[in-house]
């Protein structure tokens, strides 16, 4: 069984920072392989949509609303992914959720969310 975990959400005034981490763990034998990762966010009323991924070798790919903003980032050895969200808008308002593709050592590849870190943006 894999979990991710996530944490630094809060509350932060418009044009604020915020840096969001999430840490795949599970037994020593679950995970062979984190492959890409990535935060996905959901405000109420709307429909989850990515925000940033991160390919195993570095590659990152962002949502326009996120380019310029939010810089996404992973350390494989620690199997974790950051988030940095500079310039904060109210729009940016959602729960956060951390997804990873995961290949287990028993061959078999799923992909894992996390429970979800709330970031609110006062204006």
């Known amino acids: 069984q894999v979990q991710l975990v996530e944490s630094g959400g809060g509350l932060v005034q418009a044009g604020g920072s915020l840096r969001l981490s999430c840490v795949a763990s599970g037994s020593i034998f679950s995970i062979f392989s984190i492959e890409t990762m990535g935060w996905y966010r959901q405000a109420p009323g709307k429909e989850r949509e990515l925000v940033a991924g991160?390919?195993?070798?570095?590659?990152?790919n962002y949502a326009d609303s996120a380019k310029g903003r939010f810089t996404i980032s992973r350390d494989n050895a620690k199997n974790t992914v950051h988030l940095q969200m500079n310039s904060l808008k109210p729009e940016d308002t959602a729960l956060y959720y951390c997804?990873?593709?995961?290949?287990?050592?028993?061959?078999?590849?799923?992909?894992?969310w996390g429970q979800g870190t709330q970031v609110t943006v006062s204006s």
């Open positions: 997804n990873a593709g995961v290949t287990t050592t028993g061959g078999v590849f799923n992909r894992y």
């Open positions: 991160i390919s195993r070798g570095g590659s990152t």
